[in-house]
């Protein structure tokens, strides 16, 4: 069923950025809450609304669609098919649509469907608990929209050639941006995370998630990932004689853990640029291990032996982490930002978060939290004994030329007490 039309902005509305998303399927087993989340999505100017009342009906009316909708609001309890069905459904069909989970259920409830989502890969903007309101769904759309500009109302990016990576690469296009990691306890600024950016001379900025499997599936991921190092080795030793000495975590793919010349190649580097190997922080997935362990263990023991750190990166998201942090060498784990978000509002995940922070405690490591976006996060993280925390909360990521004026206009702030 299709509904068009557009009301006029309540006051809670006209106060933020109006969303562009120009459409929306809303699949509700209640035509009372259907019409209520169709008016709502009018409030806040997406124009173009559909309607199913479970996810069967939503599958056929996606199926029947020349241009699909650009976003999925998609409620719990359904007959016939219900919302954490559809989810695996829209996966299996390979649908990708932004979606937004809603029910009257118990939050803990509905964040634990919104996380099955995003395990499943599917691209949850959030959740929100009923009565919807344009104030509730128009904060979910903001923060997409400000996390990811070109996304709403857009086009999927094109993909990247092939041909168009190695000359990127041959032409030392890629760059690194730097986020800062912050230690809870003090404030102080104790290192930053390298992170590759491709500023390409048509597309415009382009993201790792893009390219890095593009490089990991034809071999290149080897001659990026030393660029990268050798980018972000300079940088600090450049810092280093500004006096601002920090360490630089690095992700290392988990292909390049099968290469035992890794090691030299890494130590080469570090010796080249002057910069102490414990200010080297290496980052690796626990997919890292799972294809040769053996050779893995072998680098990176080896790696730890010459003194640089390890990271166990992304923890939460596999399913033996506890036992690789039993067989490798790691000096710090870094919990993923899927434990982070919300975590004021969600009983079982703050749970969770605790029991990690003291287990790596008890094995004598560093926790780094990714994805910290509020102070409701960042004081739950200090409530839990996290070490450092990363995010938007505090800075994005930058070149390393802003970086100085970064933290001198931090030491000014925090000296007004302004932080």
């Known amino acids: ?21 120009g459409s929306v399927l809303v699949i509700d087993d209640s035509a009372v809450q259907r019409a209520h989340g169709v008016r709502v999505c009018n409030e806040l100017g997406i124009a173009e609304t559909y309607e199913a009342g479970n996810g069967r009906e939503a599958l056929a009316v996606l199926e029947g669609l020349e241009t699909a909708p650009q976003l999925l609001v998609i409620d719990l ?9 559809l989810l695996t459904q829209l996966r299996r069909r390979d649908i990708d649509i932004p979606i937004i989970v809603v029910s009257s259920r118990e939050r803990a409830l509905i964040h634990s469907v919104g996380h099955m989502g995003f395990i499943l890969g599917l691209r949850i903007l959030g959740t929100v608990q009923k009565p919807l309101t344009p104030a509730s769904i128009g904060a ?55 992170l590759a950016r491709w500023p390409h001379p048509t597309l415009g900025l382009i993201y790792p998630e893009r390219f890095i499997p593009l490089a990991e599936q034809s071999g290149l991921v080897h001659e990026l990932t030393v660029q990268v190092l050798n980018q972000a080795l300079m940088q600090a030793m450049a810092w280093s004689a500004e006096d601002i000495n920090l360490s630089v975590a690095v992700n290392v793919s988990p292909l390049l853990l099968d290469r035992a010349e890794l090691v030299q190649e890494i130590a080469s580097l570090q010796q080249a640029y002057s910069v102490p190997p414990e200010r080297v922080i290496l980052e690796v997935t626990e997919s890292s291990l799972l294809r040769e362990p053996g050779v893995a263990m072998g680098v990176l023991t080896r790696l730890r032996l010459r003194g640089f750190g390890l990271a166990l990166d992304d923890y939460g998201t596999g399913f033996s982490s506890m036992q690789q942090l039993a067989r490798i060498p790691f000096t710090e784990l870094k919990i993923d930002k899927s434990f982070v978000k919300g975590v004021h509002q969600r ?50 990521a930058m070149p390393g030329v802003e970086l100085a004026a970064w933290l001198e206009a931090r030491d000014i702030s925090r000296a007004h007490g302004e932080e």
């Open 77 to 85: 309890e359904m007959p016939t098919m219900d919302g954490p069905e």
């Open 347 to 396: 009983g079982p995940l703050r749970v969770m978060l605790r029991s990690a922070v003291e287990m790596a405690s008890e094995l004598g490591l560093v926790t780094v939290a990714e994805g910290v976006e509020s102070s409701e996060e960042l004081q739950v993280l200090k409530e839990c004994g996290c070490t450092f925390a990363q995010g938007w909360l505090f800075a994005k």
């Open 140 to 194: 979910v759309l903001q923060n997409w929209i400000n996390e990811a500009p070109a996304a709403a109302g857009q086009p999927r990016p094109e993909p990247i050639d092939l041909a168009d990576l190695r000359a990127g690469l041959d032409a030392a296009q890629i760059i690194v941006y730097y986020q800062p990691q912050i230690e809870i306890k003090s404030g102080a600024v104790r290192g930053v995370e390298a």
């Open 1 to 21: 069923m299709r509904n068009d039309g557009a009301h006029g902005l309540n006051e809670t509305v006209a106060a933020m950025e109006r969303p562009t998303v």
